[in-house]
């Protein structure tokens, strides 16, 4: 301990290198060297930090007599947080589902063709339940992104879903990336899931997500369909680097996308030193720890003051899907962190409150809807970063 009190150019250089790594393999979308980095920053940071504990203390007791010009500051310092913490708690985030089943998946499908679908077990009846309780449990509503594919297959299911509240929202007809359809076999996928989920909720389905968040740099008329085709909003954007959807320069809060009469939701990222962090949910939920997710979810909400937008899957707390024969880093991206998945829900909605997309930026729809046909200049509604 003492070592770090007296080299703390030592303890800076140590957290700047670390700081460097986890740069460096986020770059290269090194999840475990990311989050071994990330560690040790925190670990060497708590080291320097624990000595310092019976000099807070003393200066703890000091402040039982402050001086009246710390009185002041003392109290305009408690109002700043109090109206912080305020803020925060009038903040409602949207959490949204993307309801697939385990043999849905990119993974899994470099094992199962979509022609095998039909001879598969579904075993996603007993997780949408078990996340419906558990949203009802705390008073929350979630967008669920629905595969065309299941609802032809669970109407039922998907009934009951929009009966206890929630929104129903288009997640493709058969889970394709949009960067490998042209654009007249999206318009198809699109427009035949569309039709599917009306006709089984008898209502209108206005949100839109593309399966593995696909509309990337070079889909972008996928956009234009999706307003042709009635939506309002898309959810197909997420602001980080990844091998799969790498679009680390898009806009981290919602948008109007220009040229077109559609609202972008993106997925929650926390902006650190000029690199978008990862904290929507998903993978990332089960494979980081808590303590991380959960502080990303807080400096957005308050210090950047925005609602962030969470996704996850109903196979993630499905501990015993069956396995498919796939290399190491699939085997990791859907297995691991099964088990603690669920734990994390519930710790995530006891700490914030959680309703639709249609909920959380009810104010901004409208205005999506109600704006000039095309063309149109950007009229980003929220800072993009």
């Given at each position: 301990?003492?070592?770090?009190?007296?080299?703390?150019?030592?303890?800076?250089?140590?957290?700047?290198?670390?700081?460097?790594?986890?740069?460096?393999?986020?770059?290269?979308?090194?999840?475990?060297?990311?989050?071994?980095?990330?560690?040790?920053?925190?670990?060497?940071?708590?080291?320097?930090?624990?000595?310092?504990?019976?000099?807070?203390?003393?200066?703890?007791?000091?402040?039982?007599?402050?001086?009246?010009?710390?009185?002041?500051?003392?109290?305009?310092?408690?109002?700043?947080?109090?109206?912080?913490?305020?803020?925060?708690?009038?903040?409602?985030?949207?959490?949204?589902?993307?309801?697939?089943?385990?043999?849905?998946?990119?993974?899994?499908?470099?094992?199962?063709?979509?022609?095998?679908?039909?001879?598969?077990?579904?075993?996603?009846?007993?997780?949408?339940?078990?996340?419906?309780?558990?949203?009802?449990?705390?008073?929350?509503?979630?967008?669920?992104?629905?595969?065309?594919?299941?609802?032809?297959?669970?109407?039922?299911?998907?009934?009951?879903?929009?009966?206890?509240?929630?929104?129903?929202?288009?997640?493709?007809?058969?889970?394709?990336?949009?960067?490998?359809?042209?654009?007249?076999?999206?318009?198809a996928d699109t427009e035949l899931a569309k039709d599917i989920l009306e006709n089984v909720t008898g209502a209108p389905v206005v949100g839109y997500r593309a399966p593995n968040f696909s509309i990337t740099p070079g889909t972008e008329w996928a956009w234009k369909i999706l307003c042709e085709l009635g939506f309002l909003y898309d959810s197909s954007v997420n602001p980080v680097w990844h091998k799969m959807y790498a679009n680390p320069n898009a806009p981290r809060f919602p948008y109007l996308i220009p040229e077109t009469n559609l609202f972008e939701v993106p997925i929650a990222t926390w902006r650190v030193c000029g690199v978008n962090l990862p904290i929507g949910g998903g993978a990332y939920l089960r494979l980081l720890p808590l303590p991380y997710m959960r502080?990303?979810?807080?400096?957005?909400?308050?210090?950047?003051?925005?609602?962030?937008?969470?996704?996850?899957?109903?196979?993630?707390?499905?501990?015993?899907?069956?396995?498919?024969?796939?290399?190491?880093?699939?085997?990791?991206?859907?297995?691991?962190?099964?088990?603690?998945?669920?734990?994390?829900?519930?710790?995530?909605?006891?700490?914030?409150?959680?309703?639709?997309?249609?909920?959380?930026?009810?104010?901004?729809?409208?205005?999506?809807?109600?704006?000039?046909?095309?063309?149109?200049?950007?009229?980003?509604?929220?800072?993009?970063?």
């Open positions: 301990m003492q070592f770090f009190d007296r080299r703390p150019a030592l303890l800076a250089a140590a957290l700047a290198c670390a700081v460097v790594i986890n740069l460096w393999c986020l770059a290269h979308n090194v999840t475990l060297g990311a989050l071994l980095s990330l560690c040790a920053g925190c670990l060497l940071t708590a080291e320097w930090l624990a000595p310092r504990r019976e000099r807070l203390t003393a200066a703890q007791s000091d402040c039982t007599r402050p001086h009246a010009a710390d009185n002041t500051l003392l109290t305009a310092a408690v109002a700043a947080i109090s109206d912080r913490a305020a803020h925060v708690h009038d903040i409602c985030n949207a959490f949204t589902i993307d309801l697939e089943d385990y043999f849905h998946t990119e993974v899994s499908s470099k094992s199962v063709s979509y022609d095998q679908w039909d001879d598969l077990p579904l075993r996603i009846d007993a997780s949408v339940m078990r996340l419906l309780d558990l949203l009802d449990k705390h008073r929350a509503h979630a967008t669920v992104f629905t595969l065309g594919w299941v609802a032809r297959k669970r109407p039922y299911l998907i009934r009951e879903v929009a009966r206890r509240g929630h929104e129903i929202a288009c997640h493709s007809y058969r889970h394709r990336p949009v960067f490998r359809l042209t654009p007249e076999e999206f318009r502080a990303g979810l807080a400096f957005v909400n308050a210090f950047e003051r925005q609602p962030v937008t969470l996704y996850m899957h109903p196979w993630e707390i499905d501990h015993y899907q069956p396995q498919f024969d796939t290399d190491w880093k699939s085997h990791i991206r859907q297995t691991w962190g099964l088990d603690g998945m669920e734990d994390k829900l519930v710790s995530l909605l006891r700490a914030s409150r959680f309703s639709t997309i249609l909920d959380v930026h009810s104010a901004h729809l409208p205005a999506a809807a109600a704006v000039p046909a095309l063309p149109m200049e950007p009229q980003p509604l929220a800072r993009a970063s």
